[in-house]
């Protein structure tokens, strides 16, 4: 029998792997372990190899598809094996996985084990089950039916046309492009209209990406200020991950900036001593970031209320430290994770950062090297940026912006003197972390750069 | 290419295979100088004598059976029953022997006969001489069941039908008799089991058989008028029925009218129907299926009776509206 | 005491040790089914012929390899009378792939075309136009065999005995039918079921001859049927033989015999046809007591052996059931 080959998981958060190319054609042979294909997840690229060996019977997808996890992408089997004509979705394994839990889910001993939660996000859905108009008892053709199920269309949200409002194909399909055609309120209708606007290209700032008026305007004026020439690049990948990510996070966190300023005097000493040290360890030469980050750690530890995340309605204090380092890669911004900072010593940070921002770049960074984190750091240092507000890396709840190190005059006891001085820029979410307690960590990691030797107590 | 008419084209198959085979023969009753009730063989005792045109007795039971007995030593008769009605009394044979000699022999013995017989009304011959009982025929395993429309069809499937080593039932409907269309001269073969579309078209699949055929096509010119688009498909064979060929039409139009002279209660249209809706063709329909058949009534005899007893070409053009949901 | 027999001068030994022999496999075949039906091993149902060994052995014994038969649902003795294996029949009873017709035909289809054994039937009456139109086939393809059609008496009743018959006699085709009247179709006794004695009589409505033969009679069986196959053979048309003769057993496996008297049974059980035979073999010195035991015994163990090879035969397989629909 054909084996299925499916959309790995690759990380907790992923949803939709996105093809970047194949590496064998229909009717290749495949061994076990060579490289089928390149996927994107929301965090990585990454090649994905066989599990079976055969000829590669079919695929379903092409470059640049998105396929959800577990939906399958192709077939492996012997050569004139029967597979489905279009893509079967998802996974016989995978849903064999569901049927597992479901039947799990009735054992009566689990549900004493898991207690009143459980019960309780079961019968939440069971409720929602219950919302839903049952599709059973719509009256819709077969073939409505069916582009209801490719559409993802809940026949109980389109009005048919037949007899007795039976609902027809084309009724789905009406819906479908209503959808897809934008919602606007009467007066952006009226505006487009007026400036030929055509709606479809138009983004909503709305609910449900509701038109409104300055929408329109705004959207003429970016068609006017881009003209009609110019380069045009299809966003995806990593870049697509970005923009998501960072409108996702500015869009459902609200977002409050804190700036310090810190003197860096003893953290330039403090890494004057640790240069020879550390490079003849590691081969590395340290650098402010992991001093950084080792103070974040100091100071997060501490302050443990910035340490959390929002999960549904309920905080999440972080046992762990985990913390993100924004890097810069050629197609965008990376975010690799370095585990338990405030368990390692400056050696090991920066020998596992320097890897890590390598790998970043060379975009070789694995899947669980890229999640966990519960606090980033950012850093702009090497470039002329005092200070800015950086945008939350969600999950988590905070970010820490690092500017340049500048010599300023400051004032000493009396004396103006110059001292290398160096912006830090907290960016929290005002949901879950108050502004108090978010000054207080601030102040804390301010304290700990200026006396590095606290981080040694 | 030259026109004959469906009589003149079952004929000719006929003549051109015996003088090609000597073991091809036909026995009928009236078959010989009378040249069959509806004149199918006439001229045939002359060229070919009384051997091989054979006159039977009025013996519907014995002319079946012995048909059977010798398709079952070596010959490869073909049997004229004046109507198709009479199948009643040759269905023993047609049912219980022919059919099923090869099976219940272990695959051994075959019976190469075909049963050609006239059906369908419009002739005003009423209730005893108009049926349409093709489905009872098409339910038995080890026969074969044919239906042409047209000229070109009908030489070309019985043809196919002679050559066949299983007993073979070929189903002449008399209104088609006079039908022409352009013949080839030579003899040639359509393979049993290929369905033909008669026309193409976007909107809605008819699947009709016989005489119905020539009325769906009258009915897809009307529609075509309001700019309604139907394909006219004929399965041609019954048994074995070209599925893929209708399966593809309804998954094209998403629509489907079945339209067959035969009572529509049991008729090999509910056949048609079911073989869609267990099709994957079925997620593509988006109409209910349109049964269209005769009334459950024996044919009458008065001429308009009769006309209304069975569907005619505007029935066929509501019935394509109704599934296109034109109220 | 039972009635000696006139045996016919032209006889060998060898010939006459065969017929008794075939006779004693007849009889033991039937008891051995008899059995294994009431032990449950074989399924269905089953016509046993016992006590009628004589008319299948005798009728067949004058004709040529090349002849061909038609037999009843009572025909396993026309089968082994016609040369079939009994390996291979017993194991068909016991629905094995080695049997005739691979286990799907069971007691009622038996058949072996192939040897001019054209089947048994289920349907009574059927034989009739099968066997007229396999002698259709030798009289176009002068093949120069003739078609003995075995039948009951209750068969002379079916519509097809009279159309089979009349269609044979007016094509002077080489046909004989073959009554053996054994008293009862299932429970009906022949004298209240037709208003005539004989069934040879109805031969006269044919313009073919009737004759009656002594069916316990092996000598007199040959002797009338040898007349009538001969006079297929030269062209002249059919006959009819009717041999009187009684079976033994019930009509099926669920006959109680309601219909008959013991008395009855009895008095046929005293013609016993094989005895007789025995009898007038011993008494004319072509044979000693020790060699028909010898005969006897042979042909018992030879019913033993075909129940083992049966035993030890494959069960058709669910992949087979749809094989052989179809030529």
Not at chain 1, 10 to 25: A, F, P, R
Not at chain 1, 87 to 106: I, N, T, Y
Not at chain 3, 136 to 144: H, I, V
Request: aromatic content about 6%; some cysteine.
């Amino acid at each position: 029998m054909a084996k299925e080959i499916f959309m790995p998981k690759l990380s907790s958060t992923m949803q939709v792997g996105t093809l970047l190319q194949w590496y064998k054609n229909e009717g290749d042979s495949v061994d076990v372990g060579e490289p089928l294909f390149e996927i994107m997840t929301d965090k990585i690229n990454i090649e994905v190899e066989s599990y079976e060996e055969g000829i590669l019977l079919k695929k379903y997808f092409e470059e640049d598809d998105e396929v959800p996890i577990n939906h399958v992408v192709g077939y492996i089997g012997e050569a004139g094996e029967k597979v489905p004509e279009s893509a079967p979705g998802e996974s016989g394994a995978a849903k064999e996985q569901e049927d597992l839990s479901d039947s799990r889910e009735a054992q009566p001993d689990d549900l004493a084990q898991q207690g009143i939660t459980e019960t309780t996000s079961q019968e939440a859905s069971r409720d929602s089950a219950d919302s839903q108009p049952s599709a059973d008892k719509i009256r819709a053709t077969p073939a409505a039916r069916r582009v209801s199920r490719e559409e993802n269309i809940p026949l109980a949200t389109v009005t048919g046309s037949g007899p007795n409002g039976r609902i027809h194909q084309n009724d789905v399909m009406a819906f479908v492009s209503s959808k897809t055609s934008a919602k606007a309120t009467p007066l952006a209708k009226k505006v487009a209209q007026a400036q030929g606007q055509d709606l479809q290209g138009v983004t909503g700032t709305g609910a449900n990406g509701k038109i409104y008026r300055a929408d329109v305007e705004n959207a003429k004026q970016a068609t006017l200020a881009a003209g009609t020439g110019g380069k045009r690049i299809k966003m995806e990948g990593i870049r697509k991950v970005v923009a998501q990510r960072t409108l996702q996070s500015k869009t459902t966190a609200p977002h409050v900036t804190l700036t310090t300023e810190v003197d860096m005097s003893e953290a330039i000493n403090l890494r004057k001593q640790l240069l020879g040290m550390i490079e003849q360890q590691t081969g590395f030469r340290i650098s402010y970031t992991e001093i950084i980050m080792k103070a974040v750690a100091f100071s997060l530890k501490q302050h443990p209320n910035v340490n959390v995340s929002l999960e549904g309605n309920e905080i999440v204090y972080k046992e762990d430290i985990n913390l993100g380092l924004a890097v810069a890669a050629d197609n965008g911004l990376m975010v690799p994770v370095v585990k338990h900072v405030d368990q390692k010593g400056l050696s090991s940070l920066t020998a596992e950062c320097k890897r890590l921002g390598k790998a970043a770049r060379d975009n070789q960074v694995k899947p669980d090297e890229m999640s966990g984190g519960t606090f980033t750091v950012s850093n702009l240092g090497m470039y002329a940026i005092d200070a800015f507000t950086p945008v939350i890396n969600q999950p988590e709840s905070a970010i820490l912006g690092v500017g340049r190190i500048n010599e300023k005059p400051v004032g000493i006891d009396g004396a103006i003197e110059l001292r290398p001085m160096m912006v830090l820029s907290l960016s929290f979410d005002h949901r879950v972390i108050d502004g108090a307690p978010a000054a207080a960590f601030l102040t804390e990691l301010k304290e700990a750069l200026e006396q590095p030797v606290k981080l040694l107590v | 290419m030259r026109e004959l008419t469906y009589l003149e084209a079952v004929r000719e198959a006929m003549s051109q295979e015996m003088r090609q085979n000597e073991d091809v023969f036909i026995l009928g009753e009236d078959i010989g100088v009378y040249g069959g009730a509806f004149g199918v063989t006439r001229g045939m005792i002359e060229e070919f004598g009384p051997e091989r045109i054979r006159n039977t007795p009025i013996s519907e039971a014995a002319i079946s059976g012995t048909a059977v007995g010798a398709a079952l030593t070596g010959m490869r008769p073909i049997l004229e029953l004046q109507f198709s009605d009479f199948m009643t009394i040759a269905m023993d044979n047609m049912v219980n022997q022919a059919a099923k000699i090869r099976y219940m022999y272990g695959g051994k013995g075959k019976v190469p006969m075909v049963l050609r017989t006239p059906a369908g009304s419009g002739t005003g011959a009423a209730a005893q001489h108009s049926q349409s009982l093709e489905a009872w025929m098409a339910h038995v395993p080890g026969l074969k069941v044919v239906q042409p429309s047209t000229a070109y069809d009908a030489k070309g499937l019985l043809k196919a039908a002679i050559d066949e080593d299983n007993p073979v039932i070929f189903y002449e409907h008399k209104l088609c008799y006079k039908t022409k269309s352009d013949v080839p001269e030579e003899l040639y073969s359509i393979p049993l089991g290929q369905a033909d579309i008669k026309r193409e078209g976007s909107d809605v699949t008819i699947v009709a058989t016989a005489i119905m055929v020539h009325k769906s096509l009258e009915a897809a010119v009307e529609l075509e008028k309001e700019g309604i688009s139907v394909e006219v498909i004929d399965p041609r064979t019954l048994v074995p029925l070209d599925t893929d060929t209708i399966i593809e039409s309804v998954k094209k139009t998403s629509r489907l009218v079945v339209v067959h002279e035969a009572v529509k209660r049991g008729g090999f249209g509910g056949e048609i129907a079911s073989v869609i809706a267990e099709s994957e063709a079925f997620d593509y329909l988006d109409a209910p299926i349109k049964r269209l058949g005769g009334k459950a009534v024996p044919i009458p005899y008065n001429p308009e009776l009769e006309k209304s007893a069975i569907p005619g070409v505007d029935d066929i053009v509501a019935a394509v509206k109704e599934t296109l949901n034109h109220r | 005491m039972t009635s000696l027999l006139n045996l016919p001068s032209h006889l060998k030994k060898d010939d006459l040790t065969a017929l008794l022999k075939q006779m004693w496999q007849i009889r033991f075949f039937e008891e051995k089914v008899d059995e294994f039906f009431a032990k449950g091993m074989i399924h269905g149902t089953t016509h046993l012929a016992v006590g009628q060994e004589a008319s299948a052995v005798g009728s067949i014994a004058v004709l040529e390899e090349r002849d061909k038969i038609t037999s009843t649902h009572r025909g396993h003795g026309h089968c082994i009378a016609k040369g079939a294996e009994v390996n291979r029949m017993m194991a068909e009873l016991f629905g094995r792939t080695t049997g005739y017709c691979k286990g799907k035909g069971g007691s009622m289809h038996i058949a072996d075309v192939d040897k001019g054994n054209l089947g048994a039937n289920g349907i009574v009456g059927g034989g009739f136009a099968i066997a007229t139109g396999a002698a259709l086939t030798s009289q176009m393809k002068n093949e120069g065999y003739v078609v003995l059609c075995f039948f009951g008496d209750g068969a002379s009743n079916e519509g097809s005995f009279h159309e089979a018959l009349n269609l044979a006699s007016i094509w002077k085709l080489p046909v004989v039918f073959i009554c053996e009247n054994n008293q009862y179709g299932m429970s009906g006794p022949a004298k209240e079921m037709m208003n005539i004695e004989d069934i040879a009589a109805r031969a006269e409505s044919y313009g073919i001859p009737g004759k009656v033969v002594d069916g316990n009679d092996v000598f007199d069986v040959m002797n009338g049927v040898s007349e009538a196959v001969d006079r297929a053979r030269n062209g002249q048309g059919p006959s009819i033989v009717e041999a009187k003769t009684y079976r033994w057993k019930g009509h099926s496996k669920s006959d109680a015999k309601k219909y008959r008297t013991r008395e009855e049974e009895q008095e046929w059980r005293a013609k016993d046809p094989i005895a007789r035979l025995r009898d007038v073999l011993i008494q004319e010195g072509l044979l000693t007591d020790e060699e028909a035991a010898e005969i006897k015994a042979a042909a018992k163990k030879e019913i033993e052996d075909s129940v083992e090879f049966s035993k030890q035969s494959p069960m058709p397989t669910i992949d087979d059931l749809m094989e052989d629909i179809y030529a």
